[in-house]
């Protein structure tokens, strides 16, 4: 058997030898030569000779920009993460905005990156009634690494339906303008509720999505999101999440309650037995004590909204006319739906995300908020306010 020499060595090592000559010879490039850095990064480099077997040891959870391998606590601004589809839910945020919130939206956006989704990637899915100018895409493009998607609601699921009789929708805005009551007399706030309430979930853009996270201009989150909300609802059979609870301005919802009763009394089967009519009701349906979850901030399974039990009751609704002849909600309507058709334990208040929406903000304490980097002070939130109603969720659960 022939002698081995002192300078031969296997293949392996001579593939590490080769690798610690490339990487040293990188370094010393990016060091001498300014411009060096604008050129592919070594792991692509090494991708292309097929060394990346011998160096990586990371998963795709832990790599950030360009392949490299960083631990998945360190926090780089502006760095593309790299997450696999079965990473994530099959969830997206829904951001119902107009070309005139520019402003706000990128600001809430921009929050919404940096306190959870630069590491996690999720699509965002913008709609509008009309279609968005090209500055306003290209303001939000530049925020986010994850897909975006830019849509136009159709005409039949935002403005007033022909049946309605102007005559009795003018009257009745014109009733609550004589009350003070905030967004009295706008026919486009009605439009928005209406289509929050029955008809965003089967937009083109949104059907491919199971669960979802609504963000509006302007608001404000708080803290940083440790964890995937979207994969805390799917694993633990959530159907709707909130943040704020509060009572609803009953002169804009007269009737709506007798319009729910009505619709339990002819669909019993649709009740939940294990529902949460206590807290929207302090004497098992009788009457409505106004209570509501704020659905600017929701983060919930759209699979929920598709079912037969809420488009059935959405149908009923619709047919009454009271989005116009009067001013029916899509915070009361989604409220009721999931206190009277879902289990309670599938309802969860997100204690740990703090979020603000002029003029009520939910701030975390304790550990929750120093976990966090909460920029909001813990002695201001709404959660115990006297209009506030998440006493009554809490004694759901007691």
């Known amino acids: 058997m022939a002698a081995v020499l002192p300078f031969q060595m296997s293949p392996r090592r001579f593939v590490f030898v080769l690798f610690v000559f490339v990487l040293s010879l990188h370094y010393l490039l990016t060091i001498v ?90 699509p965002w899915v913008l709609l509008n009634e009309v279609p968005f100018t090209e500055e306003f895409k290209e303001r939000v493009r530049v925020l986010t690494d994850a897909p975006i998607h830019f849509g136009q609601i159709p005409a039949e699921h935002w403005y007033q339906p022909d049946w309605i009789d102007e005559e009795q929708a003018t009257a009745s ?53 440790t964890y995937d909300p979207f994969k805390f609802m799917e694993a633990n059979n959530k159907v709707y999440g909130f943040t704020i609870s509060l009572v609803e301005w009953e002169a804009t919802i007269p009737t ?11 669909n019993p089967k649709y009740v939940s037995p294990d529902n949460s009519i206590g807290y929207i009701s ?55 739906a999931v206190s009277l058709f879902a289990r309670k334990e599938q309802v969860h208040f997100f204690r740990d995300i703090g979020y603000r ?18 920029a909001c002070d813990p002695k201001d939130t709404f959660d115990y306010h006297p209009n506030s109603c998440l006493r009554k969720y809490e004694d759901l659960f007691s």
């Open 33 to 122: 030569f300014k411009d060096y850095g604008h050129l592919p990064s070594f792991t692509k480099f090494a991708d292309r000779l097929g060394l990346s077997k011998y160096y990586s040891n990371g998963t795709e959870n832990e790599r950030y920009n360009n392949h490299s391998l960083i631990p998945s606590d360190t926090l780089i601004a502006n760095a593309n993460f790299t997450v696999n589809d079965s990473d994530r839910a099959n969830a997206t945020f829904v951001f119902l905005c107009r070309n005139s919130d520019l402003p706000g939206v990128v600001a809430s956006i921009q929050q919404m990156e940096d306190r959870f989704n630069r590491k996690h990637g999720y």
């Open 173 to 225: 805005r014109l009733r609550m303008m004589a009350q003070g009551i905030i967004y009295a007399g706008s026919v486009p706030y009605r439009n928005m509720c209406r289509f929050n309430s029955g008809f965003f979930f089967q937009h083109e853009l949104l059907r491919p999505y199971r669960y979802y996270w609504r963000v509006e201009p302007e608001v404000k989150f708080f803290c940083d999101v």
């Open 256 to 266: 709506l309650w007798d319009t729910v009763k009505e619709f339990i009394v002819n």
């Open 282 to 336: 302090g004497n098992q349906g009788e009457s409505y004590n106004l209570c509501h979850y704020w659905s600017n901030f929701e983060i919930a399974d759209m699979d929920f909204w598709r079912g037969e039990a809420y488009q059935k009751f959405f149908e009923f609704l619709e047919s009454k006319g009271g989005f116009y002849y009067e001013r029916w909600g899509d915070a009361p309507v989604h409220s009721i």
């Open 357 to 374: 929406h002029e003029n009520f903000q939910h701030c975390p304490s304790g550990d929750v908020w120093a976990r966090g980097r909460c």
